[in-house]
Nanobody, 116 residues
Framework: EVQLQASGGGLVQAGGSLKLPCAAS????????IGWFRQAPGKEREGVSR???????SYADSVKGRFTISSDNAKNTVYLQMNSLEPEDTAVYYC??????????WGQGTQVTVSS
């Protein structure tokens, strides 16, 4: 059974930090690109950051310099370190795995709320 377990969300003051793990199981982790997305109330889901199977990393312009994505392949886990959080970062954060043959998996999401 494929599982993507996003966790680590919570309530934090502006300027604070959170680290979100995305733990994966049920597929060959090394073959997949793992991405973090977020969806704020009333807005469309947007991409935040992504790390590919060869280690290439990308970020949305809105989080560059504040968020860092990393992967621990031994633990099948991708992390999103979020620093200097802003109220605009408030959203449900989801992780996604995209791999061979168009396979595409989503986790259940974790709420991040940044108070001003």
């Amino acid at each position: 059974e494929v599982q993507l377990q996003a966790s680590g969300g919570g309530l934090v003051q502006a300027g604070g930090s959170l680290k979100l793990p995305c733990a994966a199981s049920g597929f060959t982790f090394d073959d997949y690109a793992i991405g973090w997305f977020r969806q704020a109330p009333g807005k469309e889901r947007e991409g935040v950051s992504r790390i590919t199977s060869d280690g290439s990393i990308s970020y949305a312009d809105s989080v560059k310099g504040r968020f860092t994505i990393s992967s621990d392949n031994a633990k099948n886990t991708v992390y999103l370190q979020m620093n200097s959080l802003e109220p605009e970062d408030t959203a449900v954060y989801y992780c996604n795995a995209a791999g061979p043959g168009g396979s595409d998996y989503w986790g259940q999401g974790t709420q991040v709320t940044v108070s001003s």
